[in-house]
């Protein structure tokens, strides 16, 4: 069976084909039947390459990729219907279940997207501004080497006058730092890890301390500034905050819809279940509350937190996404439970402004 492949440069619907949402453009056919715009920017969308709302240029280079991408879909799919590999038990139960994925999907979009208005992320905004008033932020300085009998031989070199950004391009193992004189940028004082929570907290500017042995060896630190934490501004928090909204608003929807169903759980010994998440929760936005606690001190437990690593509060890894070959990575919602007097108050630590060293 011969096919025919035609690319569109940005074609006008005809009178016979009708756009999938208004303002739509067919950008290629395959033996006549179209694939629209719509159709590559949603594959992006699953593929987790561009986020919902955001825009993908028919002229870019990425859109030429998913578009080339859709159409090796489309046709795997047609020669699977020519075999007739879509009446198998299996394809009916897989084609079920991508059915239940769409519309549980679709009710998200409808329902928890209309209950987040400007006022909500406002109001979100300006309690994580509050909570900012009462944190703290550090500048440091890290020396990181494998031995005690290394760091303090470097702390007793510091004391007899060497320059601490001398000595740690020239002694630390932290890669991270070591080139900018062991800059770890700023950081607030909640995500310092417990090993050197306490020295670090206690230490004035232009004091260095330690040693003291963290994952991956014995640090020493040098404390540059401590200032009150400076909050990103409301549009550049909007992302985070909206995330951190939606996960709400579909932890509700789902309790609502299990407190109304009789739900049976068939085997035995799967765990407490209180690390679950919903399976339908924003893909950017890990566990909150009690449980994004554990998941922050996972990720830089005893290890030093730097603004330009992997385990600083604005770059935390985020959680592997469904294709994770093609996904791009994503700044994550990460939240924090804190208490600000009158009670437990929820830290969104993406609502941080970056370091700027």
């Not at 990729?65 to 879509?86: C, M, N, P, S, Y």
């Not at 550090?138 to 031989?153: G, H, P, S, Y």
């Not at 232009?206 to 991956?216: F, L, N, R, S, Y």
């Not at 909206?242 to 929807?253: C, D, F, I, P, W």
Request: hydrophobic share 40%; proline share 6%.
């Amino acid at each position: 069976m011969a096919l025919t492949v035609t690319l569109a440069a940005c074609d006008k619907p005809t009178l016979d084909e009708r756009p999938p949402e208004p303002g739509d453009v067919a950008v290629a056919r395959i033996d006549g039947h179209t694939v629209w715009a719509s159709d590559v920017r949603y594959e992006a969308i699953q593929q987790g390459l561009i986020g919902e709302g955001e825009p993908l240029d028919i002229a870019s280079p990425l859109f030429r990729r998913t578009l080339e991408e859709v159409i090796d879909q489309k046709l795997l799919a047609r020669a699977a219907i020519a075999k007739g590999l879509d009446r198998t038990d299996l394809a009916q139960r897989r084609i079920a279940a991508a059915r239940e994925d769409i519309l549980g999907h679709m009710l998200l979009e409808s329902s928890v997207d209309a209950a987040i208005d400007d006022k909500k992320v406002k109001d979100l905004y300006d309690e994580q501004v509050k909570l900012s008033e009462k944190s703290e932020e550090i500048r440091a300085r890290l020396i990181l080497v494998k031995t005690k009998d290394e760091a303090d031989n470097v702390v007793r070199q510091i004391q007899g006058g060497a320059l601490f950004e001398a000595l740690a391009m020239e002694r630390s193992i932290d890669q991270a730092t070591r080139f900018n004189g062991g800059d770890m940028g700023y950081f607030t004082t909640d995500v310092i890890p417990a090993a050197y929570r306490g020295a670090l907290l206690n230490a004035k500017p232009g004091q260095a301390v330690g040693p003291v042995q963290i994952d991956g060896g014995w640090a020493v630190f040098k404390v540059e500034e401590r200032r009150p934490e400076q909050p990103m501004t409301l549009e550049d928090a909007r992302p985070g905050i909206m995330s951190a909204l939606k996960l709400e608003q579909v932890r509700g929807l789902l309790q609502g819809l299990r407190d109304g169903a009789r739900v049976e759980m068939l085997v035995k010994d799967m765990g407490s279940g209180n690390e679950r998440e919903p399976a339908s929760a924003p893909k950017d936005v890990p566990p909150a509350g009690d449980d994004a606690s554990a998941a922050g001190d996972e990720a830089s437990e005893d290890a030093p937190v730097s603004s330009s690593s992997s385990a600083s509060k604005a770059t935390v890894k985020p959680a592997a996404q469904k294709n994770a070959t093609k996904s791009a990575a994503k700044p994550l919602a990460y939240s924090q439970s804190l208490n600000d007097g009158t009670g437990t108050k929820t830290k969104l630590l993406a609502t941080a402004k970056p370091a700027s060293n």
